[in-house]
């Protein structure tokens, strides 16, 4: 199994930036393609970004392209997100998951993975 652990969120104002790292452990860990997604309060948690965990291309969510980079250091096996230019609409929990395949699948959704992370909060303030 793929054990995750995001980490890097907090507080920033409008047009600030953070990255987040999602560090992976486990036997599949090196091979399995890797997705970024988000919840808001009272939303669904709807899909960010993905990467194959053995090299592109990448995928994001129309609302991010542009301002949001994912990107992966295999060595470490961990994932990250560069987010730039954020507003408040980015407020969010952002979780990292597995796919069970080495190659991201555009049609997958949340609902279609298993392996999830604990989350870590990202607010952005006016």
């Known amino acids: 199994q793929v054990h995750l652990v995001e980490s890097g969120g907090g507080l920033v104002q409008a047009g600030g930036s953070l990255r987040l790292s999602c560090a992976a452990s486990?036997?599949?860990?090196?091979?399995?393609?890797m997705g970024w997604f988000r919840q808001a309060a009272g939303k669904e948690r709807d899909f960010v970004a993905a990467?194959?965990?053995?090299?592109?291309?990448?995928y994001y969510a129309d609302s991010v392209k542009g301002r949001f980079t994912i990107s992966r250091d295999n060595a470490k096996n961990t994932v990250y997100l560069q987010m730039n230019s954020l507003t408040p609409e980015d407020t969010a929990v952002y979780y990292c998951?597995?796919?069970?395949?080495?190659?991201?699948?555009?049609?997958?959704?949340?609902?279609?993975?298993?392996?999830w992370g604990q989350g870590t909060q990202v607010t952005v303030s006016a």
């Open positions: 998951a597995a796919a069970d395949e080495p190659y991201w699948q555009p049609e997958i959704t949340s609902k279609d993975l298993r392996s």
């Open positions: 486990g036997r599949t860990a090196s091979s399995n393609a």
């Open positions: 990467i194959n965990w053995r090299g592109g291309p990448t």
